[in-house]
């Protein structure tokens, strides 16, 4: 009956596993990186009674560069990192006890041929050691949206790109800052002038969810692991 109980709620467990969703974190259209609303695009009125407005005009010699909300610019990607880490940690320790008891009166004091000598030995050795080395580059284009237009002048940004394929999705999001500065005569920018930048870049399906661990992995390779 034990082991009947047992296995029940294995199955129930890894049932439970089975069905949850791992690409439950990331979807499209997703309210951070969605574009501003349509209302937020219109002009506010205009109380000084001039016919022009702030970064509502337009020069026929100045570059047509984004300077208001929902204006588009196109981040082009060169990101490169490298990084390498090492480290080793050993330790031993060796430890050995005798006592042994003193004769008293010419005798060694006992109980049913049990003495009170006594001799430990303890024996124990740690050896760890961890390496690292990380290598990623990022290239590519996308084009995002202006969010919101800071006190200072400087623009936030965000935007997403999401590709169909036949074997799942994949995408890419980024956020950050740019100043106007920056930003070249043909509306771009390059990604390492964005200010903190949160850039993404995943898929979902089920070819990106072969390259998981799966959960019980997870377990095993997790710290709080106590062997």
Same mark, same amino acid.
């Given at each position: +009956? %034990?082991?009947?109980?047992?296995?029940?709620?294995?199955?129930? /467990?890894?049932?439970?596993?089975?069905?949850?969703?791992?690409?439950?974190?990331?979807?499209?259209?997703?309210?951070?990186?969605?574009?501003?609303?349509?209302?937020?695009?219109?002009?506010? #009125?205009?109380?000084?009674? $001039?016919?022009?407005? #702030?970064?509502?005009?337009?020069?026929?010699?100045?570059?047509?560069? #984004?300077?208001?909300?929902?204006? /588009? &610019?196109?981040? /082009?990607? *060169?990101?490169?990192?490298? $990084?390498?880490?090492?480290?080793?940690? %050993?330790? !031993?320790?060796?430890?050995?006890?005798?006592?042994?008891?003193?004769?008293?009166?010419?005798?060694?004091?006992?109980? %049913?041929?049990?003495? +009170? !000598?006594?001799?430990?030995?303890?024996?124990?050795?740690?050896?760890?050691?961890?390496? #690292?080395?990380?290598?990623?580059?990022? $290239?590519?284009?996308?084009?995002?949206?202006?969010?919101? /237009? +800071?006190?200072?002048?400087?623009?936030?940004?965000?935007?997403?790109?999401?590709?169909?394929?036949?074997?799942?999705?994949?995408?890419?999001?980024?956020?950050?800052?740019?100043?106007?500065? *920056? &930003?070249?005569? !043909?509306?771009?920018?390059?990604?390492?002038?964005?200010?903190?930048?949160? &850039?993404?870049?995943?898929?979902?399906?089920?070819?990106?969810? $072969?390259?998981?661990?799966?959960?019980? *992995? %997870?377990?095993?390779?997790?710290?709080?692991?106590?062997?």
């Amino acid at each position: +009956m %034990k082991l009947l109980i047992g296995l029940s709620l294995a199955l129930t /467990i890894l049932t439970g596993c089975s069905t949850v969703n791992p690409d439950n974190g990331v979807f499209p259209n997703d309210p951070d990186y969605a574009p501003v609303p349509s209302e937020s695009l219109k002009a506010p #009125a205009n109380s000084s009674g $001039s016919l022009y407005q #702030a970064r509502y005009s337009l020069g026929l010699y100045t570059d047509q560069q #984004a300077t208001r909300v929902g204006d /588009i &610019i196109t981040v /082009i990607f *060169d990101e490169q990192y490298q $990084s390498s880490k090492s480290a080793q940690t %050993k330790s !031993d320790k060796t430890s050995d006890n005798s006592m042994a008891v003193p004769n008293l009166l010419g005798t060694v004091p006992g109980w %049913k041929n049990l003495t +009170m !000598d006594s001799e430990t030995s303890n024996s124990r050795a740690f050896n760890g050691k961890g390496e #690292a080395d990380r290598s990623n580059s990022l $290239s590519g284009e996308i084009s995002v949206t202006v969010a919101e /237009i +800071m006190p200072n002048g400087n623009l936030k940004i965000r935007g997403e790109k999401w590709l169909t394929l036949s074997e799942g999705e994949e995408y890419i999001r980024i956020s950050g800052l740019v100043r106007p500065q *920056d &930003i070249t005569p !043909d509306n771009t920018v390059a990604s390492t002038k964005v200010a903190d930048a949160r &850039i993404s870049f995943g898929g979902r399906g089920s070819l990106n969810n $072969s390259t998981r661990q799966g959960w019980g *992995d %997870k377990i095993l390779n997790s710290p709080l692991w106590p062997f």
